[in-house]
């Protein structure tokens, strides 16, 4: 029971992670985060891919599909209405986070980090949750650990899949 309560109770920023490739490609347009500024090291702060259009379907879709596990018996466990929207959030800024440690690195945009590709949105996510709520009661090592494996498994199949329908340049 703890892994289906800690997968729907992730749920939120899965959606929050993925959303912005297809809302943003649907959309056909989209303006940069960073507005094209430069960090001190000569590089994009983020990049083109960091979008204000991403981060605010992220934020909303993660939300919205939040509140229906809330609302269609809570089967995340989540303790207010307001903790997917943490998620959601939590999701977008760790996604972010990578993009900015990926340009500091001097990854392009797209290419792959592994790791922090796969695990940062949920690590972020996960944390922000903790902060303001506390540890979910279905957090234990083995359900965290299944969580982590299920999360790079889903993360590489799902860009793989974009890929296939032309959503991604990439299938990483």
Known sequence: MNLAEAIAYIFPAYVANGAPVVFVRALGRSHPIDLGAR???GR???GDGKTF???LSGILSGFMVGLIILFMG???GFRSPL???VLSLGAMCGDILGAFLKRRMGIERG???PILDQLGFLAVALASA???YGPPRWLDGYTL???ILITVALHLSTNAGAYLLGLKDRPY
Do not use: F, K, Q
């Open 83 to 85: 903790e997917p929207l």
């Open 111 to 113: 290419r792959p980090a």
């Open 130 to 132: 903790y902060v303001v």
């Open 53 to 55: 259009e991403g981060l």
């Open 145 to 147: 650990a299944a969580i």
């Open 39 to 41: 960090a001190w090291d």
């Open 44 to 46: 994009r702060v983020l």
């Open 74 to 76: 809570n089967l995340g």
